[in-house]
């Protein structure tokens, strides 16, 4: 009789244990005392978040128009991520580049990349409405990168190299936000960029 009684209490004991363990794992932080609770962002946390991932992820490098200097290409800082420059001309070039190989050629501002997928130009990233971002929406944008389709659309043209969205699109939702809310930040520039162009036709330019 003794080695039951001894059985029960102990048995009583885990049953109280878990019953404790469970009630303080089911708290909220809210119901917690003294407990912090995590809040969102602030729309400017966002902004300057995605300023941060904006510049470390180097997107000025194709995406902002240079300024020559006796040191090499600077960001022209009137014109952030405003893209190649609209009406700027296409020097002549190898056209040997266009077929699969070791070489792909840049311009000298690095907003321009020509190679096997063709001729490609840097975006224009700002909230322009017309030939920006501006009439682009949240979803909009995350879609695009994440499927690396022209505005996140199944039958969108596909986001040619060297842009990395195949990288881009390893990003949280989170990040991808704030830098969508930083770019919406921008000054808007009208700056019409030119669609990409095919080898084909790349290989008939003078």
Same mark, same amino acid.
């Given at each position: 009789?003794?080695?039951?009684t001894?059985? @029960?209490?102990?048995?009583s004991v885990?049953? =109280?244990? =878990?019953?404790?363990?469970?009630?303080?794992? #089911?708290?909220?932080?809210?119901e917690?005392?003294?407990?912090?609770?995590?809040s969102a962002?602030?729309?400017?946390?966002?902004?300057?978040?995605?300023?941060?991932l904006?510049?470390?992820?180097?997107?000025?490098?194709?995406?902002?128009?240079?300024?020559? !200097?006796?040191?090499?290409?600077i960001?022209?800082? !009137?014109?952030? =991520?405003?893209?190649?420059?609209?009406?700027?001309p296409?020097?002549p070039?190898?056209?040997?580049? /266009?077929?699969?190989?070791?070489?792909? =050629? *840049?311009?000298?501002?690095?907003?321009?990349?020509?190679?096997? *997928?063709?001729?490609? *130009?840097?975006?224009?990233?700002?909230?322009?409405?017309?030939?920006?971002?501006?009439a682009?929406?949240?979803d909009? *944008?995350?879609?695009?990168?994440?499927?690396?389709?022209?505005?996140?659309?199944?039958?969108? @043209?596909?986001i $040619?190299?060297?842009?990395?969205?195949n990288?881009? #699109?390893?990003?949280t939702?989170e990040? $991808?936000?704030s830098?969508f809310?930083?770019l919406?930040?921008?000054?808007p520039?009208?700056?019409?960029?030119?669609?990409?162009?095919t080898?084909?036709?790349?290989?008939? /330019?003078?």
């Amino acid at each position: 009789m003794k080695k039951v009684t001894i059985i @029960r209490e102990k048995s009583s004991v885990l049953v =109280l244990f =878990l019953l404790f363990f469970q009630f303080g794992c #089911n708290q909220t932080a809210q119901e917690k005392p003294g407990a912090t609770e995590i809040s969102a962002p602030s729309h400017t946390e966002k902004i300057a978040r995605g300023k941060y991932l904006v510049t470390f992820g180097s997107c000025n490098e194709c995406h902002t128009p240079k300024i020559m !200097t006796p040191q090499g290409p600077i960001d022209d800082t !009137t014109k952030p =991520l405003s893209g190649h420059p609209s009406g700027s001309p296409i020097p002549p070039f190898d056209k040997n580049v /266009l077929r699969p190989g070791p070489w792909i =050629l *840049f311009a000298a501002d690095l907003t321009a990349a020509i190679g096997p *997928f063709g001729i490609t *130009f840097g975006a224009n990233l700002t909230p322009d409405s017309t030939t920006g971002i501006g009439a682009w929406t949240e979803d909009v *944008f995350i879609q695009t990168l994440r499927t690396g389709k022209h505005l996140g659309q199944a039958g969108g @043209r596909k986001i $040619l190299p060297p842009m990395p969205w195949n990288f881009v #699109n390893k990003a949280t939702d989170e990040d $991808l936000k704030s830098i969508f809310a930083y770019l919406q930040a921008l000054p808007p520039i009208q700056n019409k960029v030119p669609a990409p162009i095919t080898p084909e036709d790349a290989a008939k /330019l003078k």
